[in-house]
């Protein structure tokens, strides 16, 4: 069974402090890992996708990057709108289904 | 624009009551999802259908139903089996063929009053 763990559970951070989140996965063969906002009490919102070992994905203040194992989403000089629940998910080779990390919740305060 | 509703945003429950949660997508997409959020939980997928008229189970599909009679809609029903029924649900759709990601609704609340 894929397993997609991200830590850590919560993180609390100043503005302008910056800090990364990390998801590690026991998926053979990755199709795709995705990185998703979610806002309290909204559906996630997709932020980037990432294929191989290596690449690295900007938007804003967030960065993802990918290794063999996990992949880490970097928040440089967070402001208090990037507060949300950011999740991992993985995507196995030969299936469409995507299993889901608990995530991790960012609290940025002024 | 497109994209999937769901609707109601918050919907309640009896004991012994069986109810439906509606997911509409007008994105053309094949593929449909039903996910669970509970707190400190990752998503847990409860069905999905990759095609009309198709679905198959998840991983925590007892107590809960669905069907796929048109390729815009995948309702989800939530029948008095399901004992622990209070939770965030989510639908979502994607492509087949390619490496998408899904695109996600903006969730149904349901509560067990």
């Known amino acids: 069974e894929d397993q997609v763990t991200q830590s850590p559970e919560a993180l609390r951070l100043q503005e302008g402090e910056s800090s990364s989140l990390n998801c590690s996965y026991t998926v053979s063969g990755l199709r795709g890992l995705f990185w998703y906002r979610q806002d309290p009490g909204k559906g996630p919102e997709f932020l980037f996708t990432l294929y191989s070992a290596g690449e690295e994905k900007e938007k804003e203040r967030l960065k993802a990057t990918l290794t063999k194992k996990e992949s880490f989403l970097h928040i440089t000089a967070p402001k208090p709108e990037d507060s949300a629940t950011y999740l991992c998910a993985v995507q196995p080779p030969n299936d469409y289904k995507l299993s889901f990390g608990a995530g991790t919740t960012v609290t940025v305060r002024a | 624009d497109g994209g999937i509703t769901q609707s109601p945003k918050y919907l309640f429950r009896k004991e012994g009551q069986n109810v439906t949660l509606s997911c509409e997508q007008n994105l053309n997409h094949d593929a449909m999802y039903w996910y669970r959020q509970d707190p400190g939980q990752g998503l847990r997928l409860i069905y999905y259908s990759q095609i009309v008229n198709d679905f198959q189970k998840g991983d925590i599909a007892e107590g809960y139903s669905v069907s796929r009679e048109k390729k815009e809609s995948f309702p989800l029903t939530v029948t008095s089996a399901q004992k622990n029924p209070t939770a965030f649900y989510l639908c979502?759709?994607?492509?087949?063929?390619?490496?998408?990601?899904?695109?996600f609704g903006s969730g149904t609340r349901l509560t067990v009053v």
């Open positions: 979502a759709s994607t492509r087949t063929g390619e490496n998408y990601g899904y695109t």
